[in-house]
């Protein structure tokens, strides 16, 4: 058997500097410090030797310490719950240690729940912010604790990840203007052609947020296409259903002869739904409604008539793209400017797909309903498939009809990487890689 000192005889002579510049020219570091990359390249190799004279297979390692969080501001609605649930899934499948906090809404707590992960340390967070406003502070000491970070819906607008630094990996959402005006639509179609249009009210989520920008956006570009519907009023639901049954009571006494009602979250329209039914009205014919998220009762509202449509923004497939983020960089993978801010598209559901949808990501068992593993550009360097239409988020979309701070000018990075057509070059191969479709069955389905 192979003693220890013939063991480290094998690790590669990390103080050769042409051996180290020829790894940092292969692995495209550009960013990754020599004492990073000595760090990072020591530890894995010794890893994978170590696995080699115990027997095991050669494993990467994600960070020193692998373990990652979800903090999220609110888990008590759906969306968040299946987050959570395929967070831990694909870290379990990636290796990696994971845990969960809920802030309830309380910025300040959220806060310390962060710097609690770093005395924990963490090696990368997930956040679901309850106050976007604190990107900034938290990319501050992500930086300081050289913590990778990413951020899903909500953050301060105009901040991006270029605004901090590489520790800071991720900003991501679906693009959710065309997506509210897309279901809006669908409703307001529909109120014109089966009542000859009418009054139509908003149950929204938290006010001011970013989501609830954006949301509200795409669906007043939709009431400029149908004259005969108009938005009489609206209410925060908070993105649950308790608060949004409260505001839909409210708004239904204020305006007695509403015909639709459009919601921002599946969890906000089944609390619609609950006040429409306590007020005697019959939802999916006295008053049509329609959500977002395609979460499991959402799906099912819609497969039963409850819900007129909703936008499927699957859960697990946001957690699977978060989740490998942060394994991906955490083991050398340095992102291009255009990948550190993306978007993903969403589908329209109703009756017709609905059912296609329920079975993967619904009533799906134990299949889960994505390839993790292949979503990971370490572990699948050459054949890594997106599983869904990602591309390079555009900054004017998406903080759109928000001033601009003052002297605000477009990262240097970013407008770099849109001159020199890398932008479009990265939106290319992610459409050329994307082969796993996300109206399909699941990848892990068996035949």
Known sequence: MMNFKDFAHRLPDFTNRKLIDAHMERLDTSGVSRRDFLSFASAGAAASLGAA??????????????????????????????????????????????????????????????????????????????????????????????????????????????????????????????????????????????????????????????????????????????????????LPGLWNREDALKATEDLLTRNPDVVGIVTQDDDIALGAIAALRAAGLRPGEDVLVVGTSGTGLGAKAVRDGQILATKGNSPAFAAALFTTRLYDVSNGWVPRAPERMLNWNTLTLTKDNIGGWIDRYVDNGDVEPFDYRKMSKVLHPDDWDPQAEVYPLDIDNNFGGIPKPEGWTYPAEYAEAQKNGEREAVAQEYAAHYKIRYDGPSPNKKA
């Open 53 to 234: 004279y115990l027997g095991l297979p050669a494993t990467a390692i994600a960070s020193q310490t692998g373990k990652f969080a979800y903090l999220t501001g609110f888990m008590f609605n759906e969306w968040n719950t299946v987050f959570d649930r395929t967070a831990k899934k694909a870290a379990e499948t990636l290796g990696l240690a994971y845990t969960s906090l809920d802030s309830k809404l309380d910025g300040e707590k959220q806060y310390n729940q962060f710097e609690q992960q770093v005395s924990g340390s963490a090696s990368g967070v997930i956040f679901n912010l309850a106050d976007g406003s604190a990107i900034r502070g938290i990319s501050r000491v992500a930086s300081q604790n050289r913590i990778y970070v990413a951020n899903v819906w909500d953050s301060l607008p105009w901040f991006t990840p270029f605004d901090a630094d590489e520790y800071y990996t991720l900003f991501a959402v679906s693009e959710e203007v065309t997506a509210h005006r897309e279901v809006t639509e669908v409703l307001l179609n529909e109120v014109t052609e089966k009542f000859g249009g009418g009054n139509v009210i908003g149950v929204t989520g938290s006010k001011g947020s970013l989501l609830e920008l954006q949301r509200n956006r795409g669906r007043d570009e939709a009431f400029l296409k149908y004259p005969k519907t108009r938005l009489v009023d609206e």
